[in-house]
Nanobody
Framework: QVQLMESGGGLVQAGGSLRLSCRAP????????MGWFRQAPGKEREFVAS????????YYAESVQGRFIISRDRASSMMFLQMNSLKVEDTAVYYC?????????????????WGQGTQVTVSS
């Protein structure tokens, strides 16, 4: 089964930055919208950001708007999440996902492909 692979998580102090990467195998996901979700302990998975297959349309959760930037490089089959001004409440496992279609979505049900997640821990 095709699987996405996240990397770049870790431990950072509040106010710091991290850059997450998601590798999509081959050219399979070049024309699919992709996104980032996160899940904190005891909470449901929540939307963070998404990007259309062209990269021209992006959506962000209100909680990360202005701090996080989603981007993708279709040539290298990579997607990124630049996280700045991190807060303790950003602590979670971050998952990258891919949709079947090319229009970006905030809804997890529209994502058919997922990675195994990468832990982000923000300390105070």
């Amino acid at each position: 089964q095709v699987q996405l692979m996240e990397s770049g998580g870790g431990l950072v102090q509040a106010g710091g930055s991290l850059r997450l990467s998601c590798r999509a195998p081959g050219g399979t996901f070049a024309m699919k919208a992709m996104g980032w979700f996160r899940q904190a302990p005891g909470k449901e998975r929540e939307f963070v950001a998404s990007i259309s297959w062209t990269g021209t349309t992006t959506y962000y959760a209100e909680s990360v708007q202005g701090r996080f930037i989603i981007s993708r490089d279709r040539a290298s089959s990579m997607m990124f999440l630049q996280m700045n001004s991190l807060k303790v409440e950003d602590t979670a496992v971050y998952y990258c996902g891919a949709q079947a279609g090319g229009a970006a979505s905030r809804l997890a049900v529209e994502y058919g492909y997922w990675g195994q997640g990468t832990q982000v821990t923000v300390s105070s």
